[in-house]
């Protein structure tokens, strides 16, 4: 009986393993905003100041009505990082910092799928942002400076491939083609457990849903 409970014991540890490697999340992940978080260049296709139409949830509009909205997957990736733990930062280049900090202060991002929660303003899920022109080197370097995070914990979504040289540092990179989405959001994640197959913490979202 003792060998069948412990056969029984190492089948129930073996089981939690394989469920926590697919249940892993990076300490922390980061987003390149124009073509990756919203459909646009902040800097060439917007024209300030911006507004919020009373609390129309994600849109901005600029000068002349054209509108600033999160790619529709985006608020819920938001929220189950938020509900994980993880830091979550902005890493962009734009020459108009001034305006993506202003359109993330106005985007209201409507609660949680099934939840009664009031909306949040995106730049509160943001932990750390790195918005100014130049390398991406440059943007990682301050996130490990600042968070004291290792870059092996770090995970980057961004549309320009020239911005996966951040992996010289030990960054994980995930291109994203047409604007992030779960699928995209998904293969980053897997990309980032294959790479680093021990243990961080589990996702208490992503886990019902796999």
Same mark, same amino acid.
């Given at each position: 009986?003792?060998?069948?409970?412990?056969?029984?014991?190492?089948?129930?540890?073996?089981?939690?393993?394989?469920?926590?490697?697919?249940?892993?999340?990076?300490?922390?992940?980061?987003?390149?905003?124009?073509?990756?978080?919203?459909?646009?260049?902040?800097?060439?296709?917007?024209?300030?100041?911006?507004?919020?139409?009373?609390?129309?949830?994600?849109?901005?509009?600029?000068?002349?009505?054209?509108?600033?909205?999160?790619?529709?997957?985006?608020?819920?990736?938001?929220?189950?990082?938020?509900?994980?733990?993880?830091?979550?930062?902005?890493?962009?280049?734009?020459?108009?910092?001034?305006?993506?900090?202003?359109?993330?202060?106005?985007?209201?991002?409507?609660?949680?799928?099934?939840?009664?929660?009031?909306?949040?303003?995106?730049?509160? =899920?943001? @932990?750390? +942002?790195?918005?100014?022109?130049?390398? !991406? &080197?440059?943007?990682?370097?301050? $996130?490990?400076? *600042?968070?004291?995070?290792?870059?092996?914990?770090?995970?980057? =979504?961004? @549309?320009? +491939?020239?911005?996966?040289?951040?992996? !010289? &540092?030990?960054?994980?990179?995930? $291109?994203?083609? *047409?604007?992030?989405?779960?699928?995209?959001?998904?293969?980053?994640?897997?990309?980032?457990?294959?790479?680093?197959?021990?243990?961080?913490?589990?996702?208490?979202?992503?886990?019902?849903?796999?």
């Amino acid at each position: 009986m003792r060998k069948l409970s412990g056969a029984k014991d190492n089948l129930c540890l073996m089981r939690k393993i394989i469920f926590a490697s697919l249940t892993r999340l990076p300490k922390l992940v980061a987003f390149d905003l124009d073509y990756t978080l919203w459909d646009l260049w902040i800097d060439t296709h917007v024209t300030g100041p911006l507004h919020r139409n009373k609390d129309t949830l994600n849109e901005v509009l600029d000068k002349y009505n054209e509108a600033v909205s999160f790619y529709n997957h985006v608020p819920q990736i938001l929220h189950r990082l938020r509900a994980a733990e993880v830091t979550i930062a902005a890493a962009s280049r734009t020459s108009a910092p001034t305006s993506a900090r202003s359109a993330l202060t106005l985007l209201l991002v409507p609660p949680m799928e099934g939840s009664e929660d009031e909306p949040m303003k995106a730049i509160d =899920f943001f @932990d750390q +942002l790195e918005i100014y022109p130049g390398s !991406k &080197l440059t943007h990682f370097k301050k $996130l490990h400076q *600042k968070t004291g995070m290792p870059y092996s914990e770090m995970l980057f =979504f961004d @549309d320009e +491939l020239r911005n996966k040289e951040v992996e !010289k &540092l030990g960054v994980t990179f995930c $291109l994203v083609k *047409k604007g992030l989405d779960d699928r995209t959001f998904e293969r980053g994640l897997a990309e980032w457990r294959k790479r680093h197959p021990e243990e961080v913490f589990e996702d208490p979202v992503g886990s019902t849903a796999m």
